[in-house]
Nanobody
Framework: VQLQASGGGSVQTGGSLRLSCSAS????????MGWYRQTPEKQRELVAG???????RYLDSVKGRFTISRDNAKNTIYLQMSSLQIEDTAVYYC???????????????????WGRGTQVTVSS
């Protein structure tokens, strides 16, 4: 499975960006896809994810501002980010896993597949 991410860039506070991530290869074997972010100060964390059962999770700090969606026919997920804040500045990574991104209440940390990171920079 290969993940191709696009989007990102620089925006001012309050602006919007959209990230896309497409899975190729055995993309139909993927059960969960999502967006993670990482900064030099923080470990990689799940920002928004969606499993094939329709379950969705968001990082608390992005709830109400970010929306994840999935086009199953294209094996593609989208992350619409609105009302961006300086704290959203990070490298964003697309992740995917055949087992799903979480098991019950536990988020997986050993995600199988990663795309290349894309920088999101929010400035005042």
């Amino acid at each position: 499975v290969q993940l191709q991410a696009s989007g990102g860039g620089s925006v001012q506070t309050g602006g919007s960006l959209r990230l896309s991530c497409s899975a190729s290869g055995r993309g139909d074997s993927i059960n969960g896809m999502g967006w993670y972010r990482q900064t030099p100060e923080k470990q990689r964390e799940l920002v928004a994810g969606i499993n094939n059962d329709g379950s969705i999770r968001y990082l608390d700090s992005v709830k109400g501002r970010f929306t994840i969606s999935r086009d199953n026919a294209k094996n593609t997920i989208y992350l619409q980010m609105s009302s961006l804040q300086i704290e959203d500045t990070a490298v964003y990574y697309c992740g995917a896993d055949r087992r799903g991104l979480w098991a019950g209440r536990i988020k997986r940390i050993d995600i199988e597949y990663w795309g290349r990171g894309t920088q999101v920079t929010v400035s005042s």
